[in-house]
């Protein structure tokens, strides 16, 4: 490798890490079954915000669903479980036992700023995400794009 | 292969790439099969689409997330998330899709009924979607 690459390898390397933020989510490829199934009932959530072994925990226990029946058939299943597991997160900072992704120190850290009245009367579920990241359904949720929705002090 | 598979599996292929009037006549086939002379009513579709069932204490009724009306968009009770409005004179892609309408039938008729569906229940709902309000 002459100098010239080098500098420039170095350059995408100092690049890369500077635009790469704390709170940026890695991009995730597109998966058709993937987005028209999980996306039914909220955001389609990325893959990288649990483990692989959170995502087992989630897709056997689809009967049962946080509270919803979410069942698909066995084929369907198993082609999302997949591609899940290929593009899970790997830091224990993204573990969940029950596979819920609020439940994840990521998760907690990332929202600790958040009040809980804003939860309570913006929110309304965690689970709606785009309730406050306007990119949430085309999978971003970098800092520029939040807005915390307006609730009134006394409540 | 029987004349009678074949003609069910064309049948299934053409259900699947059909509107929703060839799904109501899919579950109007099943149904009189069961009950001859059998005829989807709207009134028995609104009764079921908007009885208090008593399987799920969340989502107790359909409307719980579709809303009374099904030519306007509901919401779904537990994650927040709009849900299109399910006449598909409004949104064209409703009922069209008979795998889709199975798999939401038999989820949501376990979640809320406590039980599948039945072809003449599921005739009548469809009939109470596509005319209703």
Not at chain 1, 44 to 54: E, N, Q, V
Not at chain 1, 111 to 133: L, Y
Not at chain 2, 94 to 109: G, P
Request: aromatic share 6%; hydrophobic share 40%; glycine share 6%.
């Amino acid at each position: 490798m002459n100098i010239a690459q080098t500098l420039i390898s170095l350059a995408a390397v100092l690049f890369a890490t500077a635009t790469v933020r704390a709170d940026d989510i890695p991009a995730t490829p597109k998966h058709p079954a993937w987005s028209s199934e999980c996306a039914s009932c909220h955001v389609a959530y990325p893959p990288a915000l649990l483990t692989a072994a959170g995502w087992r925990t989630v897709m056997s226990g689809l009967d049962k669903h946080y509270g919803s029946d979410a069942s698909l058939d066995d084929k369907t299943r198993a082609d999302i479980t997949r591609f899940l597991e290929s593009h899970a997160g790997k830091s224990a900072r993204v573990a969940s036992k029950d596979g819920r992704i609020t439940g994840t120190a990521w998760f907690r850290h990332e929202h600790d700023e958040v009040p809980a009245r804003v939860w309570r009367a913006g929110v309304k579920s965690p689970a709606q995400c785009e309730a406050c990241h306007t990119g949430a359904a085309q999978g971003r949720y970098s800092e520029n794009e939040i807005r915390i929705p307006r609730v009134t002090a006394s409540r | 292969m029987k004349p009678a598979t074949l003609l069910l599996l064309l049948a299934g292929f053409w259900a699947t790439t059909a509107g929703a009037g060839e799904v109501l006549a899919r579950y109007n086939a099943e149904a009189a099969q069961i009950s001859p002379g059998f005829t989807p009513s709207t009134a028995r579709g609104q009764a079921l689409f908007q009885r208090a069932w008593t399987a799920s204490s969340s989502l107790p009724r359909c409307t719980t997330c579709h809303g009374e009306d099904p030519r306007r968009p509901g919401r779904h009770a537990i994650t927040g998330k709009a849900i299109q409005a399910m006449q598909p004179a409004v949104e064209p892609a409703r009922l069209s899709d008979l795998a889709k309408t199975e798999k939401w039938f038999r989820r949501n008729c376990r979640e809320v009924v406590g039980r599948e569906c039945s072809s003449a229940e599921k005739a009548d709902v469809v009939t109470y979607l596509m005319q209703g309000a």
